[in-house]
Structure formats: structure tokens, C-alpha cells
């Protein structure tokens, strides 16, 4: 251990030494409002960064359960600016107009040289009961929480870079390259894939457990044009007219691939004519060449998919490719002595599906309680922290399953279209059982209706709690493997995880989940989600009635309780 005599003695800035309850590395959105949950709540913390603010981060786009997860951590913890990301609209008043609106979910299949076939396509427009979710520039959003953790008290180090870190019983000592020192109690490596906790301990694994493969190359640009512009499908084959493509995240699927088209300038009051683009492949299938610069390489792939090169005509890149090796890695362990790499420092699969953020949040939320009572009851045994390492093991491992399984099927429409499904239709009770909880937390302010979330026997998984849909997903695993090895077809896989979704109870029949293959576009309109709640309440097995009845039973009593205060 490095005593603060030696430290005064050694560094250029002599007496530097600065005690705080909780060290933060990373100042990222999950390390900034990490803090600023702690800071709230009484912590004293230093978050510390080796880069600064504005700077493009990754993690653009939304989903309803990340919206839900940060609804949790405002009221939860008393941080009413988590609230300014919740809907498109908060972000624009309170952030600023530079953002945009994420409707849909929107994927278009595509084959080399051939124009897309306008029955090959599939959407998931986010009901708005739920959310109305956000393409967020993180520019503007990571800058914005930085200062909110100011605000709460953090001690902020930005372009400061952690050259040593020195644990021992009592807690944790960072020494910066200007020989600042801090002394914490607790460390949270919020820093992502170049962790320096996880290079200290030698935490990553070689190679990563999971299955899937995939390499990225991605930037922003100016002048995409709207695939509804330029697609040229039939009026009948389109989505609704007022869910356009343009008015989501556009996923534009390869073999084993996809393009991501995430448009800042889709929502009516944003002055950011920036779009998110992005290429995800595998690459043992697309190995990354040594004699081509990112914007040669992303050109030769998008002059394969006619349809896709015509969103770009015109358009100009603004800003550096970002061109990555293998993006999967993964941790032999995410909690230790007086430490916990989150979320991205621990791994990462893919950004398929919106994920990387609500994951992270879900972490936040789990670790926040417990780093707040280890403080208070002086008491950081790491068998306290045991479900964090358990939930961001589960997120990965559930997660791989996924994205493993989508890749697999991206090349076979039919088998795509079940997979797709199985993905989409638990995404609202997913987002219901959070919902539920936030609302009985509002009846009696009891942390209990969020702790007793944790009880459930699949952590990490999006809808924990349910044994129907664990045993959806291993299906739809396990089908779509055979068929990577050639066991079966790719209409039998499909055969096979069509036939698991009728036969699954909690999969909700008024969204339209069960109907043929020709329902592609999943809209739940106001009439929809009206049916579901009955369905919910009076035909689905337990584990959804419980949930739908707990809604009802939330809003009556919310509606309740605000006549009287009125």
C-alpha cells in the first residue's frame, strides 16, 4: 500500500492526496449518473476520466426498457435530471434539440446485387404506452450528466489518466499521471473495453466465452436520405404511413451482418441534421483487410446493396471511422474486494437490439444500493455484491443467445422473421415488470417493490422472472445452431421456433405475435395495447396476469391518490 507520506514525497504535486467514499473511472453516461446517484445519496465521489467532454460515444439508441430502468433510478434515488431522458421530448427541452425520436425498430433483409424484396421486412413500433424513446447524441447527453454529477458534489477530473491502482483492506489508492492521488473506499472501472481494473488483475478472458462474432466499422454523416425516399416498394407492402422507417433505428441485414441508420434529424423540433451509421459483420466470414482505409472498406460493401448505396447518395461523412477488431469480450469476474468493473468494463456482445445502455442501467441500479450500504454499514465483503456479478454475467450470456441467433438467421428470412418475434414479444411484459414496480414504489416509497426484482431464477435476462420465456429462448438457440452446423434447414429451424412461439402461453396473441408469416409489421395502436391489457387480465397464464393485474391495480390507485391531493 502507498502511504499519503510517500505519495507527498514522490509526486509532482505534492499533497495531492483527496479521500472520497467511492472513486468512479469513467466519466461516460453510466459513470456520470452513477455518480451522481452516490453523490445524492450522501457519497463523496471523484469521477475521473482520461479523455473529456464533448466527445462521440456509441450507444445511441433507445429502448423501452432503458427508459423504464432510468424512470427507476430518478425517483429511486432522488436525481429528477435522470428524468430528462425519458421520452424525445424531455430530451429536447432539457438537453437540447439536437436529438432524435426512436419510434420503431425497423429491419430490412438484403442480398448481394439484388434489390430488397418489400415482403422481406420487419418492424417493432414501440408502443407508447410505454415510451416515446430517443436517438440520443451523446455529445450533448454525456456532457450534460458530467455536469449533473458536478451539481450533486462529484469531484470531477477530466484528461486524467489512472497510472496505478493500490487496493488493500481498507479500500483503494489511484495515482494519476500528474501524480494526483485519490483514496476511496470502493472502485467503479465505468470505462469500457480498455479497462484499467480488468488490465490490473488480468480479468479478461482469451478469447471471450460467447459465441458470436462480429467486428464494426462506424461514423456519423450528413445527407442520409429516408429509405422510405428511396426504397421503392408498393404502397401496400410499406409500413404504416405514420410509422415510416426513417422514424426509428433502421437495421439493414446482410449475411451475418447489419447496417445501422440512426437518424438525430427525424424528430420535428431537432436542428441536428447528423445520422449514426454504422456496418456489424462477422469477421471470420468478413476478415478486416490491410490494404483498404474504413471509408474503401464500408464503400465496397455498400455498392453490394443497391437500395442501402442509395440512402447515401449525396450524403458526407462528418467526423473519423471508428474501425474495430472483434467487439466481444468478456471477464472471469465483474466483482471483487473493494471493486466492480460495470458493464461495459466487464463486456460486451453487440449493439443489435439497443442493449448496451439498458444493460448498463440495470447494472447501475444493482450496484447503487449496495455500494450505499456498504458505506454506511462500513461492511464491503464482495459476497454482498454477488448478484451484480450474477446479473452482468446473465446480461452477456442471455444476450449472446440473441444476437448469436439473429446473426445466424439474418441470411434466411423465414427463420429471421421467428427470431425477430421471439425477441420483440417479450419486450413489453419485460418493461411491464419494471413499470409495476416503480408504480407501487410511488404508493408507499418502500425499496422493497425494487429489491425483491432481484429474487428472480434468470438474472440477466430481459424478463427474469419467466420460465416460459427462458425456455422460448433455448429453443430458439438451439434451433438456430442446428442449422449453422447444417443439422436441419433453415425452413425447419424457422418450422421449429414458430411452432415454440404458438405453443408459448405468456407470448400476448392480441399484438399479433402468433399470426401468420405474412404479419411483419408489429404496431400495438391504443385499441391494441386495450386488447392486451384484457388478455393480460383475463386469459394469460400467471406469470403475465399477475403482471397486467398489478398495472391495472398501479393506475387505479395512482389516479386515486392524485384526486385526493388535488
Partial sequence: MTTKAEADKE????????????????????????????????????????????????????????????????????????????????????????HGRKQSFGFVSHRKNREPNPREATMFVIPKMLTE?????????????????????????????????????????????????????????????????????????????????????????????????????PDNLRP?????????????????????????????????????????????????????????????YLDMYPAVKRQFDGAKRVREWVSTDRLQYSSKRTVGDRWCLMSHAAGFIDPLYSRGLSNTFEVVDALAHRVLDALREDDF?????????????????????????????????????????????????????????????ALDGDDRHFKEMENSPYPGLWWPDSHAFKHLLDVTAESCERYEAGEIDGDKAADIVFQAIRDCESVNTPFGWKDGEDHRYFWATTPTMMKFMWWANTQAPTEMRDLGRAMITGVVKQGLRGKKVS
Fill in 133 to 233: 424513446a430517443t436517438h440520443l447524441y451523446r455529445q450533448d447527453t454525456d456532457s450534460y450528466y458530467l455536469n449533473v454529477a458536478a451539481k450533486y458534489g462529484c469531484t470531477i477530473r477530466q484528461n486524467w489518466r489512472a497510472t496505478d491502482l493500490d487496493f488493500d483492506d481498507d479500500g483503494v489508492t489511484v495515482t494519476g499521471q500528474n501524480g494526483e492521488v485519490f483514496r476511496a473506499k470502493y472502485l467503479i472501472d465505468a470505462s469500457g473495453f480498455r479497462s484499467p481494473l480488468a488490465q490490473k488483475f488480468d480479468l479478461r478472458e482469451n478469447p471471450p466465452r460467447h459465441k458470436h462474432h462480429a467486428r464494426s466499422l462506424f461514423t456519423h454523416y450528413v445527407g442520409i436520405k429516408p429509405y422510405d425516399d428511396v426504397c421503392n416498394y
Fill in 240 to 300: 404504416p404511413a405514420n410509422a415510416p422507417f426513417h422514424g426509428g433505428t433502421l437495421h439493414h441485414l446482410i449475411e451475418r451482418g447489419w447496417f445501422w441508420i440512426i437518424p438525430f434529424d427525424n424528430y420535428k423540433d431537432s436542428k441536428n441534421p447528423v445520422c449514426s451509421v454504422g456496418l456489424t459483420f462477422d469477421e471470420r466470414l468478413y476478415p478486416k483487410p490491410k490494404d483498404m482505409t474504413p471509408d474503401e472498406e464500408f464503400n465496397h
Fill in 11 to 98: 509526486a509532482p504535486m505534492a499533497g495531492k492526496w483527496i479521500e472520497c467514499d467511492v472513486a468512479i473511472l469513467g466519466s461516460g453516461l453510466a459513470g456520470s449518473i452513477t455518480g451522481a446517484i452516490l453523490a445524492r445519496q450522501g457519497a463523496s465521489v471523484a469521477l475521473i476520466d482520461a479523455g473529456q467532454h464533448p466527445r462521440f460515444a456509441v450507444g445511441e439508441s433507445q429502448n423501452p426498457q432503458l427508459v423504464e430502468w432510468l424512470h427507476i433510478l430518478a425517483v429511486r434515488y432522488d436525481v429528477p435530471e435522470i428524468k430528462h431522458l425519458l421520452d424525445i421530448k424531455a430530451v429536447t427541452e432539457h438537453i437540447g434539440p439536437h
Fill in 381 to 441: 465483503r464482495v459476497e454482498r455484491f454477488a448478484y451484480v456479478e450474477e446479473l452482468e454475467q446473465g446480461l452477456l450470456e442471455y444476450n449472446d443467445k440473441i444476437v448469436n441467433s439473429s446473426y445466424i438467421a439474418f441470411s434466411h428470412f423465414r427463420l429471421w422473421n421467428a427470431v425477430f418475434r421471439v425477441w420483440a414479444c417479450f419486450t413489453t411484459p419485460a418493461t411491464m415488470r419494471l413499470l409495476r414496480a416503480r408504480q407501487d414504489f
